[in-house]
């Protein structure tokens, strides 16, 4: 009889946490459907945004937080002693590294992209060469992207300013990642 009841109470907790898994599971599936968007700005200061669903967090400038005392931490063990079941040398790490980037690479989505740049450099003839060198990298750039279908809304507006002694540049992007995609 106590082994009939130790089964059943078993069989219910087995249930409850299949559950519990299973629920996890789909939960992460269905928010892996929806888009992350990474926001970056300059105008006169950088400005990097992270948004997923309805929740906003800013990751650079980071925002100032109250210093809190440092506890001394209890029981640290020297990176010596603990051992490494895997023995991966430096090139094994950058060939992760780099196919991690390369399939996030495929993912990535530019939703919009801004640019405003006013050249000057103080001397006319110096503003007309580096005006050349910014339309030379930027617009082929924006060309490709553009075609490949990562970019959906691109506005680029480069000016030389012959009078002013010093350059102003405004850009902003929006990036998205999906989970999944069909």
């Known amino acids: 009889r106590a082994m009939a009841v130790f089964l ?14 299973v629920f ?7 928010l892996s459907f929806f888009r992350i968007q990474l926001i970056a700005a300059y ?8 948004r997923y669903l309805f929740i906003k967090k800013q990751l650079y400038p980071p925002k100032e937080k109250k210093k809190q005392e440092a506890v001394p931490r209890k029981n640290e063990k020297d ?3 603990s051992e490494n079941v ?7 790490y950058i060939e992760i590294l780099r196919l991690t980037f390369m399939k996030l690479i495929k993912r990535i989505n530019v939703d919009s992209f801004s640019l405003e740049a006013k050249i000057a450099e103080g ?3 110096k503003t007309a ?5 910014i339309n030379a990298a930027v617009y082929p750039l924006v060309g490709i992207l553009y075609n490949s279908g990562k970019l959906k809304n691109a506005t ?14 405004k850009a902003r992007t929006e990036l998205t990642v999906r989970g999944f995609t069909f």
């Open 129 to 133: 060469l580096v005006y050349g060198e």
């Open 156 to 169: 680029v507006r480069i000016t030389p300013d012959f009078t002013a002694e010093r350059s102003v540049y």
């Open 8 to 21: 059943t109470v078993l069989k219910i907790v087995l249930f409850c946490a299949g559950g519990l898994i």
């Open 86 to 92: 895997f023995e991966f040398t430096f090139r094994d």
């Open 79 to 81: 990176a010596e002693s």
């Open 24 to 30: 996890a599971v789909l939960l992460v599936l269905l």
């Open 123 to 125: 001397d006319a003839a």
């Open 43 to 50: 105008d006169g200061g950088f400005l990097v945004q992270l």
